[in-house]
């Protein structure tokens, strides 16, 4: 069974908790592919094929060390026997949403991570700026990301689907990182267009919770309701 191993809590991450919860090479041990962010807010991370990318604001795209601190993300090991699919016509990020959702509602109570491959025509990201103790909320952080609009690209979306159940924990829904073929470009993904996209989907039903061990997580409350401005900061452009 395929086992998602997650690093904080998301409402930990929206109240600015953007301390090291483990470190890449402790996130990596058994698994290989999925999303998440670095110590101090610093730039957005893909994990894929073992290797822990950071897109950062400045629009570049670095290889972490296995030192490097990990404060937020999912991560499996992506089983890649999993049938090969096509997905066609993606004029936006609601319509990949739209093309998913038969194969989560059958079972919308567990998680998902799926990896699709392709040219995208259009592919708008964001990335957010390091950020300086003491840290602000991910709303205030969000508030001076960086959106790079990119065409023709080819490369990978990588995708963790959580269960509504999970709010506060982990993100309800879709949510989406890129990181292209060659490596220099990626980020948390706001909008996309592909013709057509080679995906598969593993589905998830053991999940592990790593959580952080700093003081400020102690002190924080984590009982309140910031679905609402999560919505705003993992789906809300600038422009
Ligand atoms: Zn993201």
């Known amino acids: 069974m395929t086992r998602m191993i997650q690093a904080s809590t998301l409402n930990a991450l929206m109240l600015g908790n953007f301390d090291r919860t483990t470190s890449v090479r402790s996130f990596l041990t058994d698994a290989d592919t999925g999303i998440g962010t670095y110590t101090g807010l610093d730039g957005e991370a893909i994990f894929e094929n073992g290797v822990a990318y950071r897109a950062t604001a400045d629009g570049n795209v670095t290889v972490m060390s296995p030192e490097d601190g990990v404060a937020f993300g999912t991560v499996i090991k992506f089983d890649l026997t999993a049938p090969v699919e096509k997905l066609e016509n993606i004029t936006s990020i609601e319509t990949l949403k739209e093309k998913l959702a038969p194969y989560v509602e059958k079972n919308p109570n567990i998680f998902y991570m799926i990896k699709a491959t392709g040219v995208f025509e259009t592919m708008h990201v964001r990335s957010c700026y390091a950020c300086q103790k003491p840290y ?81 997580f102690a002190s924080l409350d984590l009982c309140e309701d910031l679905s609402a401005k999560t919505a705003a900061v993992e789906g809300g452009s600038k422009n």
């Not at 509504?164 to 267009?193: A, C, M, R």
């Open 136 to 216: 602000p909320t991910l709303s205030e952080a969000a508030s001076h990301q960086k959106e790079f609009h990119y065409q023709n690209v080819s490369g990978s979306v990588i995708a963790v689907y959580c269960p509504p159940y999970v709010e506060g924990i982990n993100l309800p829904g879709w949510h989406f990182h890129f990181l292209s073929q060659d490596k220099t470009t990626g980020g948390h993904i706001l909008d996309l267009q592909a013709a057509s996209l080679s995906w598969q989907l593993n589905p998830i039903a053991d999940w592990e919770l790593i959580l952080p061990e700093n003081p400020e």
